[in-house]
């Protein structure tokens, strides 16, 4: 009897003490990214990267989800074929109220200050417009281009700007038109099929950087205040381990990799001028950040975006 006693405590101590079962970590990766029509060459750009997280989280693949528009890798995140995502700004307060998304980095200079970026609207030379007294007036005649629903500087920040000005999208001009992406927006102006076009400042660095926008091709008539920039995200619910894996191998990579991180370096650096691309760093964010943009988004008359 004393023996079957021991057995059975022997028993209860030992599931007492053993381990949890360990989390079971992904064998591969899924980054999306938004690419406009340039879905071949970002995905090979970011091939380098791709390797370099491959070989330092031991998957056996990373592999680019591309799209031409935020809602597709919203979706995608939310059915768990996106893992890690560059959302903008209000695309990812949409993806983290939705999806399940969590801010992991963002860029910032090596100060620890996070880089900022500002929404901008643009018209070509030759079209009289000069300011946004000029839109104010001659909205009825105009057609207005915006780049994405779910982007903060392409859409968001805009519409509140003309809201704060009297000017409803919908019923004051003479045409809304949805893009898709900056690129798209910007080029529709080059080509006067819009007369205005919503995007984010580093839009137009990078059309000339490669080649497909002049500095003489527009006019910027309105820039918004400066706001964070976008974080990149990940999926809420991956095994927490994983996750810190993931954002140590974004910090660590300037150290482990400088060869990669210059290559990332130049690909996100085309988004803003030479002086603060020496200074690029990716570094530490939360969710707080985005409150001010989510205020916004919430009290705008239009639509509730984060719903």
Partial sequence: MNKIILFLL?????????KPPAEKYPDKLVIG?????????????????REYLKKTLRLKSVDLFTSTDYAAIIEAMKTKKVDVAYFGELAYIIA????????????KTKDDSPLPT???IITY???GITSMEDVRKRSHELTIVFADPASASGHLYPRDFLNSIGLDPEKSF????????????????VSHKTDLACTFIGMPNYMIYKGKLSPTDYVVIWTSKPYPSAPVSIRKDLPEGFKKQVKQAYLDLPEKDPAVWKNMVHILGMFYPKNVQDKMIYGETADSIYDPIRKVAQEMPYTNFTK
């Fill in 10 to 18: 022997f028993g209860l101590l030992m599931g007492c003490t053993s």
């Fill in 174 to 189: 003479k045409q809304v038109v949805f893009s898709q992406g900056h690129a798209e927006a910007i080029l529709s102006i």
């Fill in 96 to 107: 983290h109220e939705k999806a399940g998304a969590e801010p992991m980095l963002m860029l």
């Fill in 33 to 49: 990214f938004p690419v406009g029509s340039e879905a071949a060459y970002w995905n090979k750009i970011f091939i380098p990267f």
């Fill in 125 to 127: 030379p030759g079209s």
């Fill in 118 to 120: 500002n929404s901008i």
